[in-house]
């Protein structure tokens, strides 16, 4: 390889745009992440909840306040997006909606059905 040819780098990630397809990747990998660091959070609660009647009592009270209830929504939302999302790689590993159009649409369409869902949810809880 010739030393003296330089490689064209673009490091300003201020200028670089993903495709939609590229986020819903992005936010797929970021919902993952999401869901495992709640875990010890919805232990922490369910345990709390199961020692006695002031471990429930005190538990309710968490899970009436404001800020647990806005972390419960997104949670929620990484639920919803990240089994849409795993079903959307699921189809484009046997070569379903793999062109480009297509792929865009899909991604478009996860994004759509996992805001509804968790919608959906949310009603049915509060």
Known sequence: MNSTVK???FLD???IRLPLPGI???LH???GVL???AIPVCIWLLELAVTDQAG???AAAVADSLLFKLAAAVILWSLCHHLIAGIRYLLLDIDVWIERKQA???A???FIVSIVLTIVFLGAIW
């Open 13 to 15: 990630l201020t200028r």
């Open 29 to 31: 990998r970021i919902s």
């Open 7 to 9: 490689r064209p780098r």
């Open 108 to 110: 478009v369409a996860v």
């Open 56 to 58: 429930f009592t005190q």
């Open 104 to 106: 865009r649409q899909s």
């Open 24 to 26: 819903v990747s992005i």
């Open 35 to 37: 869901m495992i660091l």
